[in-house]
């Protein structure tokens, strides 16, 4: 895949359980950030968004929760099943100014769903 | 509606040649941003066009290019290939300027021998 010369982190799961997938961002005035999933051979595919006014939103079977005191952002996705098993990536972005349509990406979580 | 299309979806150059990406946003979306992913760097952003104006770049050399059209379809091109350009290029479409939900394509994945 992409990100194999990273070393990314990994988690794995049994289909049913709950994931949770976590990221640190790294620049405290990000104030919009994005999950994105990545199959291989595809481009990433858009999951949740979550603005810095809100610690929390939730969509289907995802949720994003926010900590901008410690930078630290998580996915959670609940009764997590096999076609779940990608790569995840955050990213990050400081809305106006000189970062016009700059996402900054994490290096990305591998997560897989064994049935 | 149709997603981001990107063409070609895989290209073989060798080095110092030159190459022309093109994406097409989802219909309705006037900003593209170009990304570069590689095992060993990831996702890094290249530059981001709105209106045919360049609006932000990334930290990539010269050789890096990229314009929009009227009808908000992009291309980039890079030139004098070099080894370390093979990658998987991305292009993200928005309906506004700057984020707010940015879409992927599938990518053109480019090696140079």
């Known amino acids: 895949g992409e990100n194999v010369g990273l070393h990314l982190p990994t988690l794995s799961v049994q289909e049913g359980d709950n994931s949770i997938i976590n990221c640190a961002y790294s620049n405290s005035a990000s104030d919009y950030f994005i999950w994105y999933k990545q199959e291989s051979g595809k481009g990433p595919q858009f999951i949740i968004d979550?603005?810095?006014?809100?610690d929390k939103r939730q969509g289907q079977r995802v949720t994003v929760l926010l900590n901008k005191t410690v930078k630290h952002l998580s996915l959670q996705i609940a009764a997590t099943q096999p076609g779940d098993s990608a790569v995840y990536f955050c990213?990050?972005?400081?809305?106006?100014?000189?970062?016009?349509?700059?996402?900054?990406f994490g290096q990305g979580t591998i997560l897989t769903v064994h049935p | 509606k149709a997603g981001v299309t990107q063409t070609p979806r895989y290209l073989i150059k060798t080095r110092g040649q030159q190459v022309t990406l093109s994406c097409s946003p989802i219909?309705?979306?006037?900003?593209v941003s170009w990304y570069q992913q590689t095992p060993g760097q990831g996702l890094q952003f290249l530059f981001e066009?709105?209106?045919?104006?360049?609006?932000n770049k990334g930290n990539f050399p010269g050789r890096f290019s990229g314009r929009q059209f009227s009808n908000s379809r992009s291309e980039m091109n890079v030139s004098t290939l070099e080894l370390g350009d093979s990658a998987l290029y991305l292009c993200?479409?928005?309906?506004?300027?700057?984020?707010?939900?940015?879409?992927f394509g599938p990518g053109t994945r480019l090696t140079v021998l």
């Open positions: 219909s309705g979306h006037r900003s």
């Open positions: 979550i603005r810095s006014n809100m």
């Open positions: 990213a990050e972005n400081i809305s106006g100014g000189t970062s016009y349509g700059k996402l900054t």
């Open positions: 993200a479409s928005s309906r506004l300027a700057g984020v707010n939900e940015q879409f």
């Open positions: 066009y709105f209106s045919e104006t360049q609006r």
